[in-house]
């Protein structure tokens, strides 16, 4: 492969400053709704710096995601207040002791981190009391909003700032997660950039190398893949904390056999009819079903299953094969926050309990699409014992699949106005597929290519 003509874009500070406008907009207008007055700071506590259980071995350190979404800071041990009324931005970095210089370099001054974020003040953490109590006080106490909410992805619940001092100030737990959340599910232009960025280098490194990124610690990738099997790749770069989120899967020789044709053909079905229906309003819930409805339609006519479609939705044997969810919310995190709001309550079904997001769809939204068709033995032994579902399965068929593993394709998708655009250029066509393993570059010469660009982002292989 010839040298990557990447380059990383700049990254201004502005796109920082951006995000915090939106967040006091949309702070301003909330507490307007209400009837209450545009007076109070935003004070959010970055990320410390960690070390390994009980040694003094610090493991690389990454920013707590809504302190980078505000801030942009690289640096841990910092705290960052806005003003809702003013708008003004402060940041409180940590006063480094005097050897710090002997073992790990300069100790820049304040000034250094104003210019490189963009901030108007800039103080040490020690002086965040009195700071906030001189500028910002008055007759009252002044009000601090905390970042307090649960991550619905995770299920924990972020961490409110705390210093000392703060029993001086009124502080809010409930207002601040859910606004700056909702401020995190739209992507400016800038935020896309860098997710694009991200994209390019993860869809070129799909294409040049095999990660196998799914083991967990009781059960790590160290099973040698051998002729015939299926390499299934979940990788995505990460650039000034925006990330993508791509997976491949292919034969490990280079050429699908009969087996892999169907159950790969299935899962790119699912994944183009769920992008070419992608647009503002369109509810992802609907998306799901969409997916397996193809998945299942295709299992069908490969007499994997028998019986009606309708029927088999109804009873959601869709979820046998695709257990989790379509896709989930992309940007400073893998899964990013958003998914559900306050009021969307989460599916309980089968399948549609693991969906990250009920939501509709809207422009500004970056979403992975990611179907996906296992032959999974625990669920296949449940579904066998219910008399009624297990009538819908060509047993010897299936047998034919039981160590087949799995496919997905995952791609990541941005909103627009109309429908949706491709961030992921990687080849899904099973020819494709086979022709860059054979040595082809990619993208493929036009000559070599029946693809062309879809309206709503399905290839850009031409």
């Known amino acids: 492969m010839a040298p990557s003509s990447l380059a990383p874009p700049a990254v201004p500070m502005e796109l920082h400053a951006g995000n915090r406008h939106r967040l006091v907009a949309a702070l301003r207008a909330h507490l307007s709704a209400s009837a209450r007055p545009h007076r109070g700071l935003v004070l959010l506590q970055g990320g410390e710096e960690q070390t390994r259980y009980c040694t003094d071995h610090l493991e690389l350190f990454r920013q707590e995601s809504y302190f980078a979404y505000l801030f942009g800071v690289r640096e841990p041990g910092f705290y960052g207040a806005i003003d809702v009324a003013s708008g003004k931005s402060i940041l409180f970095a940590p006063r480094l002791p005097s050897d710090y210089a002997v073992w790990m370099g300069e100790i820049k001054p304040l000034s250094y981190f104003k210019d490189t974020y963009k901030v108007d003040m800039v103080f040490y953490v020690d002086e965040i009391a009195q700071v906030l109590q001189d500028c910002f006080g ?43 959340t909702e401020c995190r599910v739209i992507k400016s232009d800038m935020e896309l950039a860098l997710i694009q960025y991200a994209n390019d280098v993860s869809s070129e490194a799909h294409i040049e190398i095999a990660v196998l990124h799914y083991g967990h610690a009781a059960a790590p990738n160290d099973r040698i893949l051998n002729d015939g099997d299926m390499a299934l790749m979940d990788m995505g770069a990460e650039y000034h904390f925006y990330g993508s989120d791509i997976t491949c899967s292919y034969p490990i020789n280079g050429k699908f056999n009969k087996k892999q044709i169907v159950i790969y053909n299935a899962v790119l079905k699912a994944h183009n009819d769920v992008i070419s229906h992608m647009r503002p309003g369109v509810n992802w819930m609907d998306m799901h079903k969409l997916a397996e409805r193809a998945i299942l339609e295709s299992l069908e006519k490969e007499q994997i299953l028998r019986g009606d479609v309708d029927d088999m939705m109804a009873r959601r044997l869709g979820a046998v094969f695709m257990p989790h969810g ?25 399948g549609l309990s693991s969906l990250r997001t009920t939501r509709e769809l809207k422009e500004g939204m970056v979403i992975t699409v990611e179907p996906g068709c296992y032959f999974i033995d625990a669920l296949l032994t449940q579904v066998r014992d219910d008399p009624v579902s297990s009538k819908f399965f060509n047993w010897e068929e299936v047998e034919k699949y039981k ?15 109309q429908g949706c655009r ?19 570059p990619w993208p493929l010469p036009a000559s070599s290519s029946s693809a062309t660009p879809a309206e709503n982002g399905m290839s850009k292989a031409s």
């Open 422 to 440: 491709n961030l992921t250029n990687c080849p899904r066509e099973i020819w494709e597929i086979e022709a860059v393993m054979a040595g082809a």
């Open 138 to 180: 008055d007759d009252r106490k002044p009000l601090l909003f905390l970042l307090y909410g649960k991550n619905t992805d995770s299920g924990n619940y972020s961490k409110p700032a705390s210093f000392e001092g703060i029993k001086k100030f009124d502080t809010d737990l409930s207002i601040l997660h859910p606004v700056l």
């Open 403 to 417: 160590s087949f593993g799995g496919v997905r394709i995952e791609s990541d998708l941005y909103v627009t106005a």
């Open 326 to 350: 379509l896709g989930h919310l992309l940007g400073i995190d893998t899964h990013d926050p958003g998914g559900y709001p306050e009021g969307l309550e989460k599916p309980k079904e089968p």
